[in-house]
C-alpha cells in the first residue's frame, strides 16, 4: 500500500508515524510553515523519517506533486485545507480521521469546541474524503469521555492516539472494500467552525462549568484571556470553588487562590500568564501583583 499523508498540527504526528512504520509512505503534504525558521509538528517528524514533504499554499491550485508520487491512497489528519474533488479522484480511496463522533461536530474546531460546550464525550471517526464538508461514509467509530481537568492540549493528544489506533485497525478492510462504511444522518450534522478572536475572552457571565470549560477549550492554542485593569492575561487552567458569593467576573478571592465569580459558583484560575512573562501558576502571580483587588470586575 503506497500512500499520501497530508496533515499539520502535532495531532497529526501520531498517525503519520504508525502508517510509516508498516506501510510505503511517499509523500506527506502540511500546511506552510507559520514563520520562518518554524516548522508544522508533522512536516518536523516527516524530515525525522526521511519523507518527502510537499507544502502548497493553496492545494486547490498546486497539487501536481502530489499526483507525482503515484499513490493509491490519501490519509488525511487535521490538514487544514478543503482537498479538491479532482484530486480525491485520483486515489483508490481518500480516507480522513477526524476528531469528532460524527455526524455531530462537522468542521475546523471539533475538539475545541466540545470542551467549550460542555461535552461529556467526544471521539474519532474514520471517514471517506468527499466534497462536502466531512459529510462521507463512515468507516470507524471511537469514543472517550471528557474529564473536569481536560483542557484542548489533553484532549488533541488523546484522540490522536484514538484515531491512530482505529485508523491501523480499519485501513486494511477500508483499502481491500470489506468495510463499506454507513452513511451519515444529515439530520443529525451539526457544524463546529473555528475559533473566533472574540471568542478568546472569557466570559464570566456563564455558569462556572462553562467559564471552565471554556478556558480549558482554549488551552493553549490560542489560550483564552482575563482583562485585569487594561493587561490582557493568558489563562489555562482552572476549576470550579464552593463558598464564594459575588457578581459574575466579581474577584473574591486573591490570597494564594484567585478567585472569580461566575454565574453561580466561583472558578479558581490555575495558570495564566502576564504579558512578556511565562506561563506560572496563579498563587505565583499573585505573590508580586498590584493591580488586583477584592470587589474589582472583570469585564
Known amino acids: 500500500m503506497k500512500i499520501v499523508f497530508m496533515g499539520t498540527p502535532l495531532f497529526a504526528v501520531p498517525i503519520l508515524e504508525a502508517l510509516a512504520k508498516k506501510y510505503e509512505v511517499a509523500l506527506v503534504v502540511c500546511q506552510a510553515d507559520p514563520k520562518p525558521g518554524k516548522f508544522p509538528a508533522v512536516k518536523e517528524k516527516a524530515i525525522e523519517m526521511g ?82 464538508m466531512d459529510a462521507g461514509v463512515m468507516y470507524a467509530k471511537g469514543e472517550i469521555p471528557i474529564t473536569e481537568e481536560d483542557t484542548a492540549d489533553d484532549l488533541f493528544y488523546k484522540l490522536s492516539i484514538l484515531g491512530r489506533d482505529l485508523l491501523m485497525e480499519n485501513i486494511c478492510d477500508i483499502v481491500s472494500n470489506h468495510n463499506l462504511g454507513i452513511p451519515q444522518d444529515e439530520d443529525e450534522a451539526t457544524i463546529s467552525p473555528n475559533l473566533t478572536k472574540e471568542e478568546e475572552k472569557i466570559d464570566f457571565n456563564k455558569s462556572a462549568f462553562l467559564v471552565v470549560r471554556q478556558i480549558h477549550g482554549l488551552s493553549s492554542n490560542p489560550g483564552g484571556y482575563i482583562m485585569i485593569n487594561g493587561n490582557l492575561i493568558k489563562v489555562y487552567k482552572a476549576k470550579i470553588v464552593n463558598g464564594y458569593n459575588g457578581k459574575p467576573g466579581e474577584v473574591v478571592s486573591i490570597n494564594k487562590h484567585l478567585v472569580i465569580m461566575a454565574s453561580d459558583y466561583g472558578v479558581e484560575i490555575l495558570t495564566l500568564k502576564p504579558a512578556g512573562k511565562k506561563i506560572m501558576p496563579a498563587s505565583s502571580y499573585l505573590n508580586g501583583q498590584r493591580l488586583l483587588q477584592i470587589g474589582d470586575v472583570l469585564v
Open 51 to 132: 519523507i518527502k514533504v510537499f507544502q502548497p499554499l493553496k492545494i486547490k491550485d498546486d497539487y501536481e506533486e502530489i499526483l507525482k508520487a503515484e499513490a493509491d491512497v490519501l490519509v488525511t489528519a487535521a490538514y487544514g485545507q478543503f482537498v479538491p474533488t479532482k484530486l480525491l479522484k485520483k486515489f483508490k480511496k481518500c480516507i480522513n480521521v477526524h476528531g469528532s463522533l460524527l455526524p455531530k461536530r462537522r468542521g475546523g474546531a471539533p475538539i475545541q469546541r466540545a470542551i467549550m460546550d460542555g461535552d461529556l464525550k467526544t471521539g474519532v471517526t474514520l471517514i471517506e474524503m468527499v466534497k462536502k
